[in-house]
């Protein structure tokens, strides 16, 4: 981490300290060092400005994880689940990639249930695009229908990035938690952060390979 970014995790460590003990007493999840600091880097000025190299430099400086972010407990409503597609076998179901984000995002649909959803991928095959295969598969696995909303025209990260970005605006979300792969979080991450141009802070999951 660069000195300029240890400055940014320093300013903002009483801030979320504060948020911290405000939500504490209704917090789904325990806050780890490793959350708290990607929480503090995700609203830092390099995370949410315009300059991608500065996006770049600030998501490299995560510690890419499994755990919950402290912006779904800080905000549960406001801040969105997206769960980013893979590509679907011919016959129109889903690899196992795609299977293992589906499950993180229904451990973190579970423990947080009034987070809205989106689930991101077109490339239809067999009539079937990414999101809706996602779509049904979490329904199918317990997670309310009205929870979910389909982004099924991407065909690239990028794509998913800007076509989500147009949902969460519209609806005055105030933060996103992205979904997919360990190989590919990082990229995403930035990809969604450039997409936003610094409007709402951008958290990540990692869902693991099983």
Sequence with gaps: MTNHLRRYVAAGATVSALGLALCAPTANADPSPT????????????????????????????????????????????THIVVLGAGLFDD??????????LQAAKLL??????????????VPKNGITEAGAMHSWLVANGIPDIRITEENTSRSTIENAKNSNAILASRGATGAVV?????????????FRSAFGGRIPVAGVVAPYL
């Excluded at 830092?44 to 400086?61: F, N």
């Excluded at 947080?112 to 689930?119: D, E, L, N, Q, R």
């Design 35 to 78: 959350t708290i600091v990607n929480g503090i880097l995700s609203v830092t000025p390099a995370c949410q400005g315009i300059s991608r190299d500065a996006i770049i430099e600030c998501t490299q400086a995560e510690k890419l994880t499994t755990e919950f972010p402290v912006m779904l407990d800080l905000n549960p409503i406001g």
């Design 92 to 101: 129109g179901s889903m690899r196992p990639v795609l299977h293992n984000r």
């Design 109 to 122: 649909a579970q423990r947080y249930p009034f987070t809205p959803i989106i689930v991101s991928g077109g």
């Design 179 to 191: 979904v997919t792969s360990p190989d590919h979080l990082q990229r995403a991450m930035i990809d």
